[in-house]
C-alpha cells in the first residue's frame, strides 16, 4: 500500500472527506487529493500532521533485512568457485534485474 492509498484508507475509515480533513490539518482540499492519488509525496512531516488530524499516529520502524544477505567474503568465495560460463549467466541475470528496477518494473 502506497502512502497516498494509506492516507485514503485512514481517512475513510475515519468518516472523512477530504475537505473535512484537510480542515483539520490545516490545508486545502486540493492537496489532500493529490497526495491521495499520488501526484505529490510529503514530508514525512506533512504526513504526521495529515494522520495526526485524523486522531491517528504515523509510526515507521528500521528493521534488519531477512536472513539470506550474505558477507562479502562469502559472496566473493562463491564467485570465485563458479566457471566462467556460470560468471557470465549470474552476470546476465543481474543485468536484467537491474534493468527492471530501473523501469520500476520489479516490485521486490
Not at 13 to 25: E, H, M, T
Not at 63 to 81: C, F, S
Amino acid at each position: 500500500m502506497d502512502t497516498g492509498e494509506l492516507l485514503r484508507v485512514t481517512r475513510r475509515s475515519r468518516g472523512l472527506d477530504q475537505a473535512g480533513l484537510a480542515r483539520r490539518a490545516g490545508t486545502t482540499q486540493t492537496y489532500v487529493s493529490r497526495v491521495e492519488r499520488g501526484d505529490v509525496s510529503p514530508s514525512i512531516r506533512t504526513l504526521e500532521r495529515l494522520f495526526h488530524a485524523m486522531g491517528c499516529k504515523l509510526t515507521a520502524s528500521v528493521e534488519r533485512l531477512p536472513t539470506g544477505n550474505a558477507e562479502v567474503a562469502d559472496l566473493r568465495r562463491d564467485w570465485q568457485a563458479l566457471t566462467a560460463a556460470e560468471r557470465v549467466d549470474q552476470a546476465i541475470t543481474l543485468s536484467e534485474f537491474l534493468t527492471g528496477v530501473a523501469a520500476g518494473g520489479v516490485d521486490g
